[in-house]
C-alpha cells in the first residue's frame, strides 16, 4: 500500500489558441493547463503540460510539464485563467479566450515501491467526453511523477523555454543530489515557479495500483468544486466541456 505525501483537490482546464473563441478539437488547444489545490496548505499550484494532453496510460507514455505559479489564494488565479489581452510588435493587439473547465476531483500524491505517484479521480465528469478523450484526462489514473534536477541539462526538447530555474532551497536540492530526476518527494518541489516534473503513465486504476481509496477523497467534506474554489463565472467560463463533455 502506498504511502500518502499530500492530498487535495485537482483541476483540469484548456485554453483555446489565440485569437479562437470557440474550440472545435484539440488542434485549437492553445494548453492544458492542471491546478492543484493541497487541503492542508493555503495555497494554489498552475502546472502547465508541455504536450497539451496528459499521456496515454496503457503506452506508459511520458509527458513534461512545469510550475507556472503558486498562489495563496484563488482570486490571484483568476486574472491568469479569464480573458487576456497582450499588445505584439508584429500583429499588434492579440486575445486570449477564457479557460474552459474540463475536469475536477480529487489527488493524491504518494510513495509506492521506490516510486513518487501523482493519481486523481475525478468527480465531474464520470464518463469522458471528446475533450477529456483527446486530452487523455481519464475518469481515474496513476501516473509516476519526478523532479528534474535544475542543476543538471534538460533533455533535448524537454522543459521550458526562456524561464528562469526553479528557486529551490538549499533542503530540496540536497534530495535532488546529483541526480538529474528525482521522486516528488517531498511534494514541497512544487511550491517553487520553473520546477519540472515529467509524468509517467502508469495505472488506470489509480486506486487498485496504490491501494488507495480515491473515491473516498472525492467524496470527502473537504473538497471544494471548481467555481467555488478557482473560476469566477460560469458565463465567463463555457461549461460545456465539463458537464456534457463537448468542445466550447
Known amino acids: 500500500m502506498a504511502g500518502t505525501l499530500e492530498d487535495g483537490d485537482i483541476y483540469f482546464l484548456y485554453r483555446p489558441r489565440v485569437g479562437e473563441e470557440q474550440v472545435e ?8 493547463l492542471v491546478v492543484l489545490h493541497p487541503w492542508r496548505k493555503e495555497r494554489l499550484r498552475l502546472l502547465i503540460v508541455g504536450a497539451k494532453r496528459l499521456p496515454r496510460i496503457a503506452e506508459h507514455e511520458r509527458a513534461w510539464c512545469f510550475v507556472d505559479r503558486v498562489v495563496q489564494r484563488p482570486e490571484e488565479l483568476r486574472e491568469v485563467l479569464g480573458r487576456r489581452t497582450y499588445s505584439t510588435k508584429t500583429r499588434g493587439e492579440r486575445t486570449l479566450a477564457p479557460v474552459r473547465p474540463t475536469g475536477e476531483g480529487a489527488y493524491c500524491i504518494a ?3 521506490g516510486h513518487t505517484h501523482l493519481a486523481y479521480e475525478l468527480e465531474i ?21 519526478n523532479v528534474r534536477n535544475p542543476r543538471t541539462p534538460p533533455p533535448p526538447g524537454a522543459g521550458r523555454p526562456r524561464r528562469e530555474a526553479p528557486a529551490l532551497p538549499d533542503e ?24 519540472e516534473l515529467v509524468l509517467i503513465g502508469a495505472a488506470e486504476d489509480a486506486s487498485e495500483d496504490l491501494g488507495i481509496d480515491l473515491n473516498a477523497q472525492v467524496e470527502s467534506a473537504a473538497r471544494r468544486s471548481i467555481f467555488a474554489d ?3 463565472s460560469r458565463q465567463e467560463h463555457p461549461v460545456e466541456p465539463l458537464f456534457a463533455g463537448v468542445w466550447r
Request: aromatic residues 6%; proline residues 14%; hydrophobic residues 35%.
Open 230 to 232: 478557482l473560476l469566477s
Open 125 to 145: 465528469p464520470r464518463e469522458p467526453g471528446e475533450p477529456q478523450r483527446a486530452l487523455n484526462i481519464e475518469p481515474e489514473a496513476s501516473y509516476v511523477v
Open 111 to 113: 510513495k509506492h515501491d
Open 172 to 195: 530540496l536540492l540536497a534530495r535532488l543530489g546529483t541526480r538529474r530526476f528525482a521522486p516528488l518527494d517531498p511534494p514541497d518541489f512544487l511550491d517553487y515557479p520553473g520546477t
Open 25 to 32: 478539437s484539440a488542434d485549437e488547444v492553445q494548453r492544458l
